[in-house]
């Protein structure tokens, strides 16, 4: 059974700093790409950042480029969302979500989100 657990989220002020972990479990990991999605009240579930693989390519919505930082540790089967310089705008549900490469399939698990509220 796959899970993917969240964890890291809470409140922080303006300017602030989280980092957010992903832990895998039940899938080979390094054959997924790791992604960051973010859903806020009323929008719609957004890509935040995506890692394909470690040392490979990344890729990050424009809002948080220089700012958050996306890696992951295939020996941990985890991946980690750096978050620098917060914004209120920031603020959201995370989700953690796998999705396999190099396959026919469209093969995507998804975690149980954590939450991120940036507020003074």
């Known amino acids: 059974q796959v899970q993917l657990v969240e964890s890291g989220g809470g409140l922080v002020q303006p300017g602030g700093s989280l980092r957010l972990s992903c832990a895998a479990s039940g899938l080979t990991f390094k054959r997924y790409a790791m992604n960051w999605y973010r859903q806020a009240p009323g929008k719609e579930r957004e890509l935040v950042a995506g890692?394909?693989?470690?040392?490979?390519?990344?890729n990050y919505v424009d809002s948080v480029k220089g700012r958050f930082t996306i890696s992951r540790d295939n020996a941990k089967s985890t991946v980690y969302l750096q978050m620098n310089s917060l914004k209120p705008e920031d603020t959201a549900v995370y989700y953690c979500?796998?999705?396999?490469?190099?396959?026919?399939?469209?093969?995507?698990?998804w975690g149980q989100g954590t939450q991120v509220t940036v507020s003074s």
């Open positions: 979500n796998a999705e396999l490469l190099d396959s026919d399939y469209d093969v995507r698990y």
């Open positions: 890692n394909r693989s470690a040392g490979g390519s990344t």
